[in-house]
């Protein structure tokens, strides 16, 4: 969703920004701009659309000055136009704000400004809030004091970050449950809404907190807590290098990160492993009094995470036998769900920033929950918020469909149930062992999925206009064809959806024609049998069967158009790597259907608003 990008420094901050944007642009945004405070005359340029219009924009113009601030808007409040782009500036041009999340009493805000003469040119809330900073600059002198004292009159989620023409070498910025990072560079600071804007230029930063307003000069990051009280945090180092942010070889950030998950696995399991193959995890740990006092544990996310959870509760309850209930975030708050000291809460997120997720975390922790979180971003919100993070080593993720972060969260949820399961006894030492070695041994068993890659590629040019495709199957593969329907259908469009394989003849069944497209999940040797009649049940109903099975069950060849083998496995760790095939067919179809990969239409990266 938005993105937001500041400097204050001896070079112009052109480039710092329009290039922090850039990297911002996997987050989802519609149009783009920068203002810039060339010496006491603050210079605005805004385009609607990719960066690539602000830069045309701009062309060679140099817009000076030493202090300037940037954005990427998702439109919340408002169409699409120039008008709605942010920065904002007061009346006369003397100010310029830009803004991420949403002020939610901004209409009755407006209403008082307009009854004291202020204009507005847009339909956005940011506008609000940059006449309310504007007009408080003006009574109290003071650019911090006064993004303070507006900030106290606005309700909502959001980070403001402001410039004033007569502070030529100074940005103020305010934090309120959106993200927000001040960095430290050798001779010049910097704020972002996201790691990624300000890794090319240092990677020594500070996570500002809650209710905390940053004052930003060249030599000097100043932090006032919510007290208002100047305050010291730790500065933190980030271990990403660059490149990290960057497609390399591949044409899609999609497909290099489809091909980092062995990588991504590797480094979530090596850090919670012990050279004895006992499952130690990293950032948790919970004796067997502690885990004993919760009688039950509850999984909430949005979307991919959701997914992953859909596995943890199914393998929780099978390995270390708690009895566990998940929900999706939006829903979970507005249920007034049964949650007390006796629950753990188990929070998932890849950004660590979902506004649903995390007000549900909240909501978990107003009713006394323990909460843990899965995490990607590390000292993201939904992290620091949590009681106890287990953060997933997936490395940034870029592309707006996630991948390596659903199987490194997979991941943590079979090490959360081993853990659990030793605690309580609830394992067999053999068994302990075994389930331990198959997960040390996915990381090669995904690079032989990857061999499937010729053979999908030909499905995909075979099968791409296909206009409906169902996802079936039972158990552990009920949980991956939701995942590969939403690959599916968030990166090409086609309509796909996913179903319970035995579901199917309960209605949904009536949708078969011959040119639906079914990839049946058959990888459950305990369920290979039930999963086979249904997908005979679609196929007498003309559908194509395009069939996911383990290595060696090549009775499945018989019931099916076309078929993808993945390696041998336990049957409950088969959905880390059967998604891997689900994932390039989604690719490749997206590809052959020339849509717009990493960035699919619609879609943000992470979702701040509710
Ligand atoms: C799908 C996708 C989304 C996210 C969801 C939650 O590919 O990326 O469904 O999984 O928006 O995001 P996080 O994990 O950042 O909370």
């Known amino acids: ?35 810039v405070n060339d010496n006491g005359e603050i210079k605005v340029r805004k385009a609607v659309g990719p960066i690539a219009n602000l830069r045309k924009l701009i062309g060679d113009e140099n817009l000076g000055g030493h202090v300037g601030i940037g954005h990427t808007r998702w439109a919340t409040h408002g169409g699409v136009t120039v008008a709605n782009a942010h920065p904002h500036t007061n009346m006369d041009g003397s100010l310029a704000l830009v803004h991420n999340g949403t002020v939610e009493n901004y209409i009755e805000l407006k209403e008082q400004l307009q009854a004291e003469g202020v204009r507005f040119v847009s339909d956005t809330d940011t506008e609000v809030a940059c006449m309310l900073v504007s007009k408080h600059y003006k009574e109290l002198g003071d650019l911090k004091e006064a993004i303070d004292k507006a900030a106290s009159e606005m309700e909502g989620t959001y980070v403001l970050v402001a410039v004033a023409a007569d502070k030529p ?18 001779d010049f600071n910097m704020v972002a809404s996201d790691f990624c804007a300000i890794l090319k230029h240092t990677k020594d930063v500070y996570l500002i907190e809650n209710g905390d307003t940053v004052v930003l000069t060249q030599d000097a990051i100043t932090i006032y807590d919510e007290k208002d009280q100047q305050i010291e945090r730790d500065l933190m180092h980030i271990g990403w290098d660059v490149d990290a942010a960057d497609k390399g070889e591949y ?21 919670s492993l012990t050279e004895d193959n006992r499952i130690k995890l990293y950032g948790i740990e919970m004796t067997a009094e502690e885990l004993d006092k919760y009688n039950k544990i509850v999984i909430v996310a949005c979307g991919t995470a959701y997914h992953a959870g859909l596995a943890g509760q199914r393998v929780i309850e099978k390995v270390a036998k708690i009895p566990v209930e998940i929900d999706v975030a939006s829903e979970f708050r507005y249920r007034d769900p049964f949650i007390d000291d006796k629950t753990l809460f188990i929070a998932v997120s890849q950004s660590g920033e979902t506004a649903d997720t995390l007000e549900a975390l909240r909501e978990a922790k107003k009713k006394g929950a323990h909460v843990i979180s899965i995490v990607n971003v590390v000292g993201s919100s939904v992290a620091r918020e949590s009681d ?34 030793d605690i309580k006894g609830t394992i067999t030492e053999e068994d302990y062992a075994d389930f331990v070695e198959e997960l040390k041994a996915i990381p090669a068993k995904i690079e032989k999925c990857f061999e499937l890659e010729p053979f999908i590629k030909r499905l995909a040019a075979d099968y791409y206009d296909r206009e409906q495709v169902f996802f079936i199957g039972r158990g552990m593969d009920s949980c991956v064809a939701f995942e590969g329907s939403l690959k599916l259908k968030e990166v090409s469009y086609i309509s796909s959806f996913a179903i319970a394989a035995g579901e199917m003849k309960h209605g949904t069944i009536a949708l078969m024609e011959p040119r639906t497209i079914v990839i049946a999940l058959a990888t459950q040797d305990a369920l290979f049998d039930k999963t086979v009649s249904n997908i005979q049940e679609v196929r007498a109903r003309n559908a194509h069967i395009i069939s996911v099975a383990k290595e060696g069950n090549i009775s499945i060849e018989a019931h099916s158009n076309e078929t993808m083998y993945i390696p041998n496995c336990r049957d409950e760790v088969s959905p880390l790597l059967s998604v891997v095939p689900l994932q390039l067919y989604a690719y490749f179809v997206a590809k052959d259907r020339k849509c717009e990969i990493d960035k699919p239409r619609n879609l943000a990266k992470s979702v701040t608003v509710e």
């Open 1 to 35: 969703m938005c993105g937001i990008v500041g400097y204050v420094g001896p070079n112009e901050p052109q480039n710092f920004l329009i290039e922090g944007l850039e990297k911002l642009e996997y987050r989802g945004y519609d149009s783009a701009g920068v203002a």
């Open 388 to 421: 106890q993070v287990f953060y997933t080593f997936a490395g940034p993720e870029i592309s707006v469909a996630s991948t390596k972060a659903y199987t490194t969260q997979l991941l943590c949820f079979y090490m959360l149930a081993l853990y659990f399961a």
């Open 169 to 186: 070498d100074m940005l103020v910025a305010h934090r309120r449950n959106a993200p927000l990072i001040a960095a430290k560079g050798k």
């Open 251 to 271: 044409e899609h950030f999609m497909l290099k990160e489809i091909h980092e998950q062995p990588k991504g696995i590797e480094e979530t399991l090596s850090r």
